[in-house]
């Protein structure tokens, strides 16, 4: 940890100009924790009026903000000291309901309610890899746009890949780009009334391909989605650049979030490094769970050795427990440092900032102000 | 291994649990568990993340089943990451014999859209992957006594492996309708079993129970639930008071000072409210009824002895 320096999170949170904070990272790692810490900070410490989006909080962290379903609203967080002028909000992303709300924004009511009724619809609005993702960066977006918010904290959401969280809105674009898409709507665009008609002329093998194996009713379905997906198809591409590019300002802050785990770590630093190649401004890193011994002096063999002297003796059980204790507690914390300079090796210029692991998990707003206190 | 009772009796092993809980670790343990005495045995992942490969310090695998490791006594464990692209050409070509029209297909995307634009779609090929390779005979023998899946985590693995609801959505008649019962039936027989791995800490209690709850919901059997990374209870009996670490710090020769002695009791004191934590989680994987299993926490990290170390732990399990 030597290597780095530390992150100086209260100056990032004080500072004005600081817009957004993304928290990102593998799963697992306590991202929106961290994000609700922060928030938490921002409103009672630097007065902020804040908002945390979270996308899939664990239930009693979400209860303890007051947030009790998915509602796509900020809602105001009790229990926060307002006496530096700050407020918390706090929402859940409804991934379905964003999704429904950006197509009524780009079509008809009546090609709105036929884009709802169609089974591909629904499966893509609800299950399409990186949805979820685009989503959150959608609801960030309309956030932004309304300029009610001193800062915006976003939970990125739990991708198998920490990375999926930036690719989804290219991986949008790219699909409604793609050629096969433009295949599929050529008949639509040229006003045929079948659009297979003139796909089976130019691409037999596909389409008799796609009847084999999917059937003819699921063509249909699909042909009135792509269609439709098609009116609102510069909107889709306009957004999701328009998103990239706040997200690629000085406004935004992003911090990896990892905790001492080798896939962990790992992934903060592939994220690292795309964050560095995409031109995107990282601020630095943050440590979750990280151990910490309280009698640093004594190593963990002599400790051992002493346990298995006492032990001999007879007497003084429990300081041998104690000792030993003790023993795994600098191993487990030696392990860490080991792991946390993978990285901080790597990313010498990224600050970061360990945060003491906490006994039991957080679920309370005091919890939270624990952690905020730990990390600035 | 000798033993009387097969303590694993399925043959399709689908691990899961939640993000950072080790189940790649998990699954791998259990494949070279599976493989001792002269078994064959292939471990699968589903979700293009490279984690055997990572596990193994192998290159990236390719969609091959490749030998991974060989285990005592003549058996060997075998890797397979399938890729949804792959898994639908060669579905394609099982059944519609394409060839080269394959190919052409994905070289316009086809294949891509097709995968993402019904995710289903896309478990039904993975699944339906792992299913052949389950059922699998070669010259009249089964092709693999067991096969471990690291499957996706607790939060997708209901509607990952329930893909005939997915695809019922999309498809009502077909051989993609055919093909996703199938599946369906093998998930839910005796054949297959879904094992749970989960640390002793909340969040993945929490999501381990729920998991459960979905797959019971779902009529899919639930094996056991792996508690992974535990460590031994350390202090058995007593209050420890900084009196007692004061006369004995000095008795064993070490520092008694003020400042060890208050150190060490905070020490303590953290570890019991951690390890009283971790026995009302027990306590409540323990109200399922599903049998648990405990592996230990790995010092070094999980490397090829510590994997080996799990295995063992698994099989007496």
């Given at each position: 940890?030597?290597?780095?320096?530390?992150?100086d999170?209260?100056?990032?949170?004080a500072?004005?100009?600081t817009?957004?904070?993304?928290?990102?990272?593998?799963?697992?790692?306590?991202?929106?924790?961290?994000?609700?810490?922060?928030?938490v900070?921002?409103?009672?410490?630097?007065?902020?009026?804040?908002?945390?989006?979270?996308?899939?909080?664990?239930r009693?962290?979400?209860?303890?903000?007051?947030?009790?379903?998915l509602?796509?609203?900020?809602?105001?967080?009790?229990?926060?000291?307002?006496e530096?002028?700050?407020?918390?909000?706090?929402?859940?992303?409804?991934?379905?309901?964003?999704?429904?709300?950006?197509?009524?924004?780009?079509?008809?009511?009546?090609?709105?309610?036929?884009?709802?009724?169609?089974?591909?619809?629904?499966?893509?609005?609800?299950?399409f890899?990186?949805?979820?993702?685009?989503?959150?960066?959608?609801?960030?977006?309309?956030?932004?746009?309304?300029?009610?918010?001193?800062?915006?904290?976003?939970?990125?959401?739990p991708?198998?890949?920490?990375?999926?969280?930036?690719d989804?809105?290219?991986?949008?674009?790219r699909?409604?780009?793609g050629?096969?898409?433009?295949m599929l709507?050529?008949?639509?665009r040229?006003?045929?009334?079948?659009?297979?008609?003139?796909?089976?002329a130019?691409f037999?093998?596909?389409s008799?391909?796609?009847?084999?194996?999917?059937?003819?009713?699921?063509?249909t379905?699909?042909s009135?989605?792509?269609?439709?997906?098609?009116?609102?198809?510069?909107g889709?591409?306009?957004?999701?650049?328009e998103?990239y590019r706040i997200?690629?300002d000085?406004q935004?802050?992003?911090?990896?979030?990892?905790?001492?785990?080798?896939?962990?770590?790992?992934?903060?630093?592939?994220?690292?490094e795309?964050?560095?190649?995409?031109?995107?401004p990282?601020?630095?890193?943050v440590l979750?769970r990280?151990?910490?011994?309280?009698?640093?002096?004594?190593?963990a063999?002599?400790?051992?050795?002493?346990?298995?002297?006492?032990?001999?003796t007879?007497?003084?059980?429990?300081?041998?427990?104690?000792?030993?204790?003790?023993?795994?507690l600098?191993?487990q914390t030696?392990?860490?440092?080991?792991?946390?300079?993978t990285?901080?090796?790597a990313f010498?210029?990224?600050?970061?900032?360990?945060?003491?692991?906490?006994?039991?998990?957080?679920?309370?707003?005091?919890?939270?102000?624990?952690?905020?206190?730990?990390?600035a | 291994?000798?033993?009387?009772?097969?303590r694993?009796?399925?043959?399709?092993?689908?691990?899961?649990?939640k993000?950072?809980?080790?189940?790649?670790?998990?699954?791998?343990?259990?494949?070279?568990g599976?493989?001792?005495g002269?078994?064959?045995?292939?471990?699968?992942?589903?979700?293009?993340?490279?984690?055997?490969?990572q596990?193994?310090?192998?290159?990236?695998?390719?969609?091959?089943?490749?030998?991974?490791a060989?285990?005592?006594?003549?058996?060997e464990v075998?890797?397979?990451?399938?890729d949804p692209?792959e898994?639908?050409?060669?579905?394609?070509?099982?059944?519609?014999?394409?060839?080269?029209?394959?190919?052409?297909l994905?070289?316009?995307?086809a294949?891509?859209?097709?995968?993402?634009i019904?995710?289903?779609?896309?478990d039904?090929?993975?699944?339906?992957?792992?299913?052949?390779?389950?059922?699998?005979?070669?010259?009249?023998?089964?092709?693999?006594?067991?096969?471990?899946?690291?499957?996706?985590?607790t939060?997708r693995?209901?509607?990952?492996l329930?893909?005939?609801a997915?695809t019922?959505?999309l498809?009502?008649v077909?051989?993609?309708?055919?093909?996703?019962?199938?599946?369906?039936?093998?998930?839910?027989?005796p054949?297959?079993?879904v094992?749970?791995?989960?640390?002793?800490?909340?969040m993945p209690?929490?999501?381990?129970?729920?998991?459960?709850a979905?797959?019971?919901?779902?009529?899919?059997?639930?094996?056991?639930?792996i508690?992974?990374?535990?460590r031994?209870?350390?202090?058995?009996?007593?209050?420890v008071?900084?009196?007692e670490?004061?006369?004995?710090?000095?008795?064993?020769?070490?520092?008694s000072?003020?400042?060890t002695?208050?150190?060490?009791?905070?020490?303590?004191?953290?570890?019991?409210?951690r390890?009283?934590?971790?026995?009302t989680?027990?306590a409540?994987?323990?109200?399922?009824?599903?049998?648990?299993?405990?592996?230990?926490?790995l010092?070094?990290?999980?490397?090829?002895?510590?994997?080996?170390?799990l295995?063992?732990a698994l099989?007496?399990?």
């Amino acid at each position: 940890m030597t290597a780095s320096d530390r992150l100086d999170i209260d100056g990032l949170l004080a500072d004005p100009a600081t817009r957004i904070v993304v928290c990102c990272g593998a799963g697992g790692v306590g991202k929106t924790t961290t994000a609700a810490a922060i928030g938490v900070r921002a409103a009672e410490v630097h007065g902020r009026r804040t908002v945390v989006l979270t996308i899939d909080p664990a239930r009693r962290l979400a209860q303890s903000m007051g947030l009790s379903e998915l509602d796509n609203t900020p809602r105001q967080v009790k229990g926060i000291d307002a006496e530096n002028g700050g407020e918390l909000h706090a929402m859940m992303l409804d991934m379905k309901r964003t999704f429904d709300e950006v197509v009524q924004q780009h079509t008809t009511p009546q090609r709105a309610a036929e884009i709802f009724a169609n089974p591909f619809y629904q499966a893509m609005s609800s299950t399409f890899a990186g949805t979820q993702e685009y989503m959150a960066m959608e609801k960030l977006g309309q956030l932004r746009a309304t300029d009610e918010w001193d800062l915006i904290v976003v939970d990125t959401p739990p991708s198998r890949s920490a990375l999926d969280f930036l690719d989804a809105p290219a991986r949008l674009s790219r699909f409604l780009d793609g050629r096969m898409l433009r295949m599929l709507l050529a008949p639509a665009r040229t006003g045929g009334r079948s659009m297979f008609s003139l796909v089976t002329a130019s691409f037999g093998l596909f389409s008799r391909t796609v009847q084999k194996v999917l059937g003819a009713q699921l063509l249909t379905d699909l042909s009135g989605f792509v269609a439709a997906l098609d009116s609102m198809f510069g909107g889709f591409r306009q957004r999701a650049d328009e998103t990239y590019r706040i997200l690629q300002d000085p406004q935004t802050a992003f911090l990896l979030v990892a905790a001492p785990e080798r896939d962990a770590v790992r992934e903060a630093a592939y994220f690292a490094e795309r964050l560095v190649a995409e031109r995107m401004p990282l601020a630095g890193l943050v440590l979750n769970r990280m151990h910490r011994s309280e009698v640093p002096g004594l190593p963990a063999d002599r400790s051992e050795a002493a346990a298995g002297a006492l032990d001999a003796t007879g007497d003084h059980k429990l300081t041998a427990d104690a000792l030993r204790i003790h023993a795994n507690l600098v191993r487990q914390t030696e392990r860490e440092q080991k792991v946390a300079a993978t990285f901080t090796d790597a990313f010498p210029a990224v600050p970061a900032v360990s945060v003491t692991a906490q006994p039991a998990d957080v679920h309370d707003v005091d919890g939270l102000r624990t952690i905020g206190a730990l990390l600035a | 291994m000798g033993e009387q009772v097969n303590r694993w009796p399925a043959r399709l092993h689908v691990v899961t649990g939640k993000g950072g809980t080790g189940k790649t670790s998990v699954a791998a343990a259990l494949a070279l568990g599976l493989a001792a005495g002269g078994k064959r045995t292939l471990l699968v992942e589903v979700e293009g993340r490279q984690g055997i490969a990572q596990l193994f310090e192998t290159e990236p695998l390719p969609y091959k089943e490749l030998r991974i490791a060989q285990v005592a006594g003549g058996g060997e464990v075998r890797a397979l990451a399938v890729d949804p692209e792959e898994a639908l050409l060669e579905y394609l070509d099982m059944f519609y014999h394409l060839g080269a029209a394959g190919r052409a297909l994905r070289k316009v995307g086809a294949i891509d859209f097709a995968t993402t634009i019904a995710p289903g779609l896309r478990d039904v090929l993975l699944t339906g992957k792992v299913k052949e390779a389950t059922t699998r005979s070669q010259d009249g023998k089964r092709a693999y006594d067991a096969v471990v899946l690291d499957a996706p985590p607790t939060g997708r693995i209901g509607r990952f492996l329930n893909v005939t609801a997915e695809t019922a959505k999309l498809a009502k008649v077909g051989p993609i309708k055919t093909q996703s019962d199938s599946v369906a039936a093998l998930l839910r027989s005796p054949i297959s079993s879904v094992h749970v791995v989960t640390l002793l800490e909340e969040m993945p209690v929490q999501e381990t129970l729920d998991a459960i709850a979905e797959l019971t919901a779902l009529r899919i059997p639930v094996g056991r639930i792996i508690l992974n990374a535990t460590r031994p209870a350390l202090v058995t009996s007593g209050r420890v008071t900084k009196a007692e670490l004061k006369r004995g710090l000095a008795e064993a020769g070490l520092p008694s000072d003020p400042a060890t002695v208050t150190g060490l009791a905070t020490e303590v004191k953290a570890h019991l409210t951690r390890q009283e934590l971790e026995e009302t989680l027990r306590a409540e994987l323990s109200e399922t009824g599903y049998p648990l299993v405990e592996l230990p926490l790995l010092p070094r990290g999980v490397d090829q002895a510590g994997l080996d170390e799990l295995a063992a732990a698994l099989m007496r399990a």
